[in-house]
């Protein structure tokens, strides 16, 4: 049976419970590894969240999986907790629910991605 890509969102969603923009800065504070899968045009242009690091989304389940011998650093094992962010808050769900399917359970997204993060965050200078 096909699904729309709506439902495949809604799917997607049900797995995981979303992060506030405005509660970013404590989940960095208590250990969560945010992983920025936007484009380097989105990057340039409206900056970057501290501490997030930048994996390409067409090679994140590579990078992020603790097995691969290329997996980046800070992901030690299935348990670390990371927020995926994309621009506003779509593909990082769907890429949060393959990291679930990796393993990794405490995968998720940011509500809003990085245009919401920098709504709250413009008067702080924090990304910019």
Not at 6 to 31: C, H, K, Y
Not at 39 to 51: F, S, T, Y
Not at 89 to 103: K, N, R, T, V
Request: proline content about 3%; charged content about 25%.
């Amino acid at each position: 049976m096909a699904k729309s890509i709506d439902m495949l969102l809604t799917q997607a969603r049900t797995r995981f419970v979303r992060v506030a923009p405005e509660e970013l800065a404590n989940e960095q504070a208590n250990g969560a590894i945010v992983i920025d899968v936007r484009p380097v045009d989105q990057r340039l242009r409206d900056g970057e969240i501290p501490g997030a690091i930048v994996v390409d989304r067409n090679s994140l389940e590579w990078r992020l999986d603790p097995s691969y011998e290329h997996c980046i650093a800070e992901i030690t094992d299935h348990d670390i907790r990371i927020i995926i962010v994309c621009n506003e808050g779509f593909s990082s769900s769907l890429a949060a629910a393959s990291l679930q399917d990796l393993g990794l359970h405490r995968a998720t997204d940011l509500i809003g991605g990085f245009q919401a993060w920098r709504t709250i965050h413009r008067g702080g200078n924090e990304s910019l």
